[in-house]
């Protein structure tokens, strides 16, 4: 079926209705309405029941919970408290003692490397549970205990997915850490959580280059080790690497001599399982702490019914363990559930366009997840390099980062799905572990560009600023009335912030940070951050953390970062800098800046414009006016109020540069 991209716009979908295709609703798990309908509102009834349930069906239990939710020490949640499991228990062992033992868990494939075939792995779920058992007598031998801190920072190679289970399995607390951060980034990240010990590789690949991980890790312990003990190598690109002696082992040395012996250890339910870093309002990035049972529960429950899994599929995300939907819908949730995993090291141009629809085609990809971001890139690309392959192994498609624009979502549709698969609009964050908002494929209609409905014992409301609920099409803010299993329990080491930045704009209440609307059909409509921070490909960037890189330099006085609109990003960041007099504003500074952004942060941080003022607009009181900054930065005006604004030279200026 060929497309003009450019006649697929909103104004010509905007009242589409796609109905589950009837092929796939009619082998769905769920494909009776009522049914749905019936199980969301006795949920929404009494969701501690429903979890409670979830939770005996989904996981294995070292000892049984009496309790479901103890709510009483608000905002601190606590699930299935005197309940004791193990996650790698759930993810591997059950599985082996219940046939599924040969079955692949781990299929994964990295770059085709100097005209040569890729090179493919496939882990059985026994053959993991090996892995997993030597991981963790390894990690052991080198004293890591119970509650100790992990660092992993990782290509995306099964390593990633064995160290993470590992530290699962002798109950300590992993952080995985982007491989696309900078030294300076992730030495913040291992202070910040204690890390006892650093997994990581000599480095991996992205477009045929190598990315030299281990040189990051040894920049960012150069200072002093903050407590780090051990480095873990992995050997992927077989780069010459710095090793020091009594501090960094090498991976494969260390398997070689453990065994694959060795039973999970039990822990409470709320026992910490992992920290993840993420941005937020101020310049020190935010440790979400997520623990045992009822994350897994979550994420379990929640990945069953969004993606429909069968023993059957192959299953795709081609997110980064780095990120929560790495940690939950590529390790966790798949993995609990008994899937087959895809995992795929590199890039999606390399080496050529084709990359993504040629794996699908000869691994036959059955469920494909990704961001709208890399949507709007493929859409760039037209449909050449998509029709030449045989996608008709695709059978459900769905989205994550950010919400999708009605075109993008109906040429995703249309041109990736042949028509014939649903597609899941998924709406979560790092925060709340697993998916809230999101179509069940067998039962739902789907409007474009909405993440449709709450799953069943998810109770979102929109309020006002005064947390009273809006009437239906009415804009506020987005909230959840009632705590959920997979909320995450507090930020690691500032339980202030965590009650601060969550539960004081609606007091008692889980603020997400959204703004959004509810339709007359009950579907909500993301509209996206009310905060300061932005997110740009699917990664969520605080303003602030930028601010401060900017400023770090010494040529910058002042510094302000706001968002526009990017067709393909969905936000870019524009950064105004003031700089320290007698400094002169030219293209190559510019540039400089915008690469020392990325090397104190990454890459994925790096602004994609930097523009010069001699002042930024200021109140009275001294507050930089983001708002006309960001009305600047989007349309190249500002409509808004400015009567608080100090000095209105300052704003002609900007408008002059403009021009």
Known sequence: ????????????????????????????????????????????ADPEAYWRQAAREELRWSKPFTQGLDWSNAPHAKWFADGELNVSDNCLDRHCEGGRVHKAAL?????????????????????LRAQVQKAAQVLQRLGVQVGDRVAIYMPLIPEAAIAMLACARIGAVHSVIFGGFSAESLRDRIQDAGAKLVITADGGWRRGQALRLKDVVDEALGHGTHGVQNVLVVQRTREDIAMQPGRDHWWHEHMEAAKAVGKPVAVPAEHPLFILYTSGTTGKPKGILHTTGGYLTHVTRTFKQVFDIRD????????????????????????????TVFLYEGAPAFPDKNRFWDIIERHRISIFYTAPTALRTFMSWGEAPILKHDLTSLRLLGTVGEPINPAAWVWYHEVIGG????????????????????????????????????????LPEIVGPDGEAQPA?????????????????????????????YFSRVPGIYFTGDGARRDADGNFWIMGRVDDVLNVSGHRIGTMEVESALVSHPLVAEAAVVGRPD??????????????????????????LRHHVAHEIGALARPAEVRFAAALP??????????????????????????????????EALRASED
Not at 320 to 334: A, C, E
Not at 443 to 456: F, R, Y
Not at 619 to 647: F, H, N, P, Y
Request: overall charge negative.
């Open 473 to 501: 099409n009415a804009g506020g803010l987005l909230v959840l009335k009632h705590p959920w299993p997979g909320m995450a329990r507090t930020i690691w080491g500032d339980d202030e912030r965590f009650k601060e930045t």
């Open 312 to 339: 059957d599929d192959l299953y795709w995300c081609t997110a980064d363990v780095g990120w929560i939907t790495g940690h939950s819908y590529v390790v966790y949730g798949p993995l609990a559930a008994g899937a």
């Open 618 to 651: 200021k109140t009275r009181s001294g507050k930089i006016m983001r708002r006309l900054l960001r009305e600047l930065a989007g349309q190249g005006t500002v409509s808004g109020d400015t009567s608080t604004l100090e000095d209105f030279g300052v704003l």
């Open 107 to 127: 299929i994964w494939e990295g770059e085709p490397l100097d005209g040569n075939e890729p090179e493919v792995r496939t882990l059985t779920y026994g053959q």
């Open 1 to 44: 079926m060929k497309h003009n991209n450019d006649t697929i716009t909103s104004t010509l979908i905007e009242d589409r209705r796609f109905a589950p295709p009837k092929a796939f609703a009619a082998r769905a798990h769920l494909r009776d309405p009522a049914a749905a309908k019936a199980l969301r509102e006795s949920a929404a």
């Open 419 to 458: 028509g014939r698969c649903p597609i899941v609009d998924t709406w979560w964050q790092t925060e709340t572990g697993g998916i809230l908002i999101a179509p069940l494929p067998g039962v739902q209609e789907c409007v474009p560009g909405t993440a449709t409905l709450p799953l069943p014992g998810v």
């Open 567 to 592: 067709a393909v990003t969905g936000q870019a960041l524009v950064a105004f800098v003031t700089l320290t007099a007698g400094t002169a504003q030219n293209p190559e500074l510019a540039e400089a």
